[in-house]
C-alpha cells in the first residue's frame, strides 16, 4: 500500500519499519523538519548529545552492546564533519551505523551556502555507502538499503544525506518488505561453492601438532552463535586460542583453552604460541598491525587458514594457504559438521607437548608488576575493578591510551558485545559517549568507562547528556596527569623528552562531576581504591571516580613497533635491540 | 602485499601493467568511490575511461589501465568488489586475450614544406583527418597504444602537435562473457 508523507514522515516511518528504538542526535537547521516530526511521535526516542561526534560513538555503543544497528541524526555543515571521525571509526571496527545528516536545500547546493558542505564526498571513504537523496518518493527505498548493507556481510557505516526541501516534499512510503535489492549490491557468501576449502580446513587441523586459533571481532559481528560455536570447535579440538582486541569475549577468559589477548600488549604466551604454531586458524580478524608485529618474521613455519567475510582481507598484508569467504557462523557450522562426519580427531600427545611448551611460557607470568603500598598501581585498580564488578552485569567501554590496554589485560570477560573499545581507528574520546550509547541499549546493566585524564576531556562534555537521561554511567579515569601512551613512546624511543605529552591544568574531576549534578569520587592510595569502587557501583547516578595512579608506569608486556612476536619486551629494564629499534622509530 | 611500512620487502615480485574493466550503476558519485579507492590506497592510475554501455539498465564501463604486482592488482580488484555500486570487476591480462583500443585526436602544425611528409606518415598509420569550421588539421587515429605512440612520435619529429588521447578501452575475446 502506498501512501503519501512528508519526507522527514517517510525518514521516521523507515525507522520504525526497521525496529528502530533509539536516535542519537543534535538538532539543526537543515534537520528542522525531521526533529519537528520526531516532536509528534512517540515510537522512537531522541537522545540528545552535546557534541555530534558524541552521538556516533553513542550510537556505536548501542550497536556493539546490543548487535542492532545504531542511528545518528545531525544537521549539514559542522554537523556532519563532525560524525567523520565516529564513521571512520566505525568503517575500521566493522559497526553497522545509519547516519542521517540534513543537507542544505538542492537550490543551494553547491552555492556555499550557510552550513553547506559536501557531505557525501567527505564521508565517501569513511563510510560503507553513502546517498544523496533528491526525490522524496526514493527516500524509503533507501533508507531500507542502507539498513541492509549497514549490517549485511561486513557490517559498516551508511549516510543518509538529505536536502531540506526534500524533507518538506511529498512523497510515497514504500514498507521494506517491497525493497528488492540488487544482489551485487549486497554480499554474497562464496563458502557455498566451495565446499572443499572445508575440507581442507578439517585435515589441516586434524594433522596439526601445535595449531592455535587466532579469534577476531569478526566472530562478534557474527551474532552470538558464532562465539558459542568458536568455543565447541575450540573444546573439541583441545587447541589454545588467543584472541585479539576486537575479539575478547568470544571465549570467556576463565575458559582453559584461553591464551588471553595477543599482539603490541598481549599476553607473551599468545604471542610466542603464534610465532611456533605450525597450524593457525584465524577467525574473523585481519592480521591487523598491532597483532602480527615485524611482517617478515611472523610465524614463521605455519600454515594459515583464514575465515574472514570480506575478501579484501584475505592476502592483504599476509598471505594465507587456506582462506575462506563467509561469515563466521556459517562458516563454523559447517567445518564443526565435517569435522563430526569425518570422525576427525586432534593427536593428544602432540598437543600435550605443544601445550607443555605453551605452560612453560605462561610461568614467565608476563602481566606480573610490582605493587606498592603507596601509589596506586593502575594494573592493580583495574584488578581491584574486575574483582568487585565481575558478577554483575558489566560493558566495559574505554579511550585509547596505556589504561585501554591495561583495561584489556586485567579486566576479564567472559561473554561477547561487553567490551567496547575503539581498535581500529584508536579513537581517544570513543569510550565516554560509547558507554552512554550501551547504558540506553542496557538499562539495568553496569557500564564503565575506564578512562585516561588525557581521552576523558575529548568527549567530557556528554557528561551534560549523561545526567539529562539519569544514565547511571561511571567514568574509571586512571589519573597519571600523562597522555600515558606517548609518554611511554616518548621514554622508549625518544629518549624521554616527554614533549607535550603532560597534561597541565587538569580539571578538578571531582568538582567537575558535580558541576554537572554527577557524583565525584577520587581515590588517592591503594587503600582507598575498594571503598571508592564500591561507592561508585552502588551510586545510581552518573560518576565519575578519579584514581589517581602511579604517573610513569609503562604498560608491559609490549612487542615494540618493528620487532617480531618473539622479541617481546616484558619489563623497561630489558631493552629492545637495537637494529630494530631504529627501525621501529618510523612506524606507528 | 600493500605498502605498508610493516611490510616485508619483496623484491622478486614483478611489477606490470594490467587493464582492469569495472562494470558499475551509472549513478551519481560512483566515478569518485572508485578513483577515491585508488588514490586512498596508494593504487597508481595510468588511465581511465568512463561511458554509459547500457542506457536502460543504468549501467557503465570503467576500464582503468593500472601497474602492480599481481598481490597489488589482486587486493585492486577485491577492493573495487567492497563498493555497493559495482557489479563486477575483470581483469582483462589474467583473462589472457583481449583486444584494446584507444582514440587519439592530434592537431598538425602544417606548412608546405612539411605537408606530404605528414600526409605519408598519417596514411601509413590509417589516421583519419577531420574537417571543421577553423580548417585546422585535425587527425584522428585508433588503434592499439603503442601504435599511437609511434605515430606520435614520428609526426612530432616533423612538426609541433597538440594531442589528446582517450587512454585505452578493452574488451575480452571469449564469447558470451556476458557479466551478471
Partial sequence: MKQEMTGAEIVLQSLVDQGVEVVFGYPGG???????????????????????????????????????????????????????????????????????????????????????????????????????????????????????????????????????????????????????????????????????????????????????????????????????????????????????????????????NSLGMLGMHGMYEANMAMHECDVMINIGARFDDRVTGRLDAFSPNSKKIHIDIDESNINKTIKVDVPVVGDVTTVLTKIIQKWKDKKLKTNASDLKLWWDKINNWKKIDCLNFSNDEKEIKPQYAIQRLYDLTKDKKTFITTEVGQHQMWAAQFYKFEKPNRWLTSGGLGTMGYGFPAAIGAQVANPDALVIDIAGDASILMNIQEMSTAVQ???????????????????????????????????????????????????????????????????????????????????????????????????????????????????????? | MNKS??????????????????????????????????????????????????????????????????????????????????????????????VEAEVALVNIDLNDSNKKKIYEVCDFYRARKIENENNSIIFEIAGASERINRFIKEVNQITKIEIVRSGPVAISTYKNTKED
Fill in chain 1, 469 to 588: 537521561y539519569r544514565l547511571p554511567v561511571k567514568i574509571f579515569i586512571l589519573n597519571n596527569e600523562y597522555m600515558g601512551m606517548v609518554r611511554q613512546w616518548q621514554e622508549l624511543l625518544h629518549g624521554g623528552r616527554y614533549s607535550e605529552s603532560y597534561t597541565d591544568s587538569l580539571p578538578d574531576f571531582v568538582k567537575l562531576a558535580e558541576s554537572y549534578k554527577a557524583v565525584g569520587l577520587r581515590a588517592k592510595k591503594p587503600e582507598e581504591l575498594d571503598d571508592v569502587i564500591n561507592e561508585m557501583i552502588n551510586t545510581d547516578k552518573t560518576v565519575i571516580a578519579d584514581i589517581w595512579v602511579s604517573k610513569e608506569e609503562n604498560c608491559f608486556p609490549m612487542i615494540q613497533s618493528g620487532s617480531a612476536h618473539n622479541e617481546m619486551v616484558l619489563s623497561k629494564d630489558q631493552k629492545q635491540d637495537e637494529s630494530s629499534a631504529e627501525k621501529g622509530k618510523i612506524l606507528v
Fill in chain 1, 30 to 256: 537543515a534537520v528542522l523538519p525531521i526533529y519537528d516530526t520526531l516532536f509528534k511521535q512517540n515510537s522512537i526516542k531522541h537522545v540528545l548529545v552535546r557534541q555530534e561526534g558524541g552521538a556516533i560513538h553513542a550510537a556505536e555503543g548501542y550497536a556493539r552492546s546490543t548487535g542492532k544497528v545504531g542511528v545518528v541524526l545531525v544537521t549539514s555543515g559542522p554537523g556532519a564533519t563532525n560524525v567523520v571521525t565516529g564513521l571512520t571509526d566505525a568503517m575500521m571496527d566493522s559497526i553497522p551505523i545509519v547516519c542521517i545528516t540534513g543537507q542544505v536545500p538542492q537550490h543551494l547546493i553547491g552555492s556555499d551556502a550557510f552550513q553547506e558542505c559536501d557531505t557525501t564526498g567527505i564521508t565517501r571513504p569513511c563510510t560503507k555507502h553513502n546517498y544523496l537523496v533528491k526525490d522524496p518518493n526514493k527516500l524509503s527505498p533507501v533508507f531500507h538499503e542502507a539498513f541492509t548493507i549497514a549490517q549485511d556481510g561486513r557490517p559498516g557505516p551508511v549516510l543518509v544525506d538529505i536536502p531540506k526541501d526534500v524533507q518538506f516534499a511529498k512523497g510515497n512510503y514504500v514498507e521494506k518488505e517491497k525493497i528488492i535489492i540488487p544482489s551485487h549490491r549486497l554480499f554474497e557468501p562464496e563458502i557455498f561453492k566451495h565446499d572443499d576449502k572445508i575440507n581442507e580446513v578439517v585435515d589441516l587441523i586434524s594433522k596439526a601438532k601445535k595449531p592455535i586459533f587466532y579469534i577476531g571481532g569478526g566472530c562478534i559481528n557474527s551474532g552470538p552463535k558464532a562465539s558459542e560455536l568458536v568455543s565447541q570447535f575450540v573444546e573439541i579440538t583441545g587447541a589454545p586460542a588467543t584472541m585479539t582486541l576486537m575479539g575478547l569475549g568470544v571465549i570467556g577468559s576463565s575458559h582453559p
Fill in chain 2, 5 to 98: 611500512v610493516y611490510d616485508s620487502p619483496d623484491n622478486t615480485a614483478v611489477s606490470k601493467r594490467h587493464i582492469l574493466t569495472v562494470l558499475v550503476d551509472n549513478e551519481p558519485g560512483v566515478l569518485a568511490r572508485v578513483i577515491g579507492m585508488f588514490s586512498g590506497r596508494g593504487y597508481n592510475i595510468d588511465s581511465l575511461n568512463v561511458a554509459e554501455v547500457s542506457n536502460d539498465e543504468h549501467l557503465s564501463r570503467i576500464t582503468i589501465v593500472t601497474e602492480g604486482t599481481s598481490e597489488v592488482v589482486n587486493q585492486i580488484e577485491k577492493q573495487l568488489l567492497r563498493i555497493v555500486p559495482v557489479h563486477s570487476v575483470s581483469n582483462l591480462d589474467e583473462e589472457g586475450s583481449a
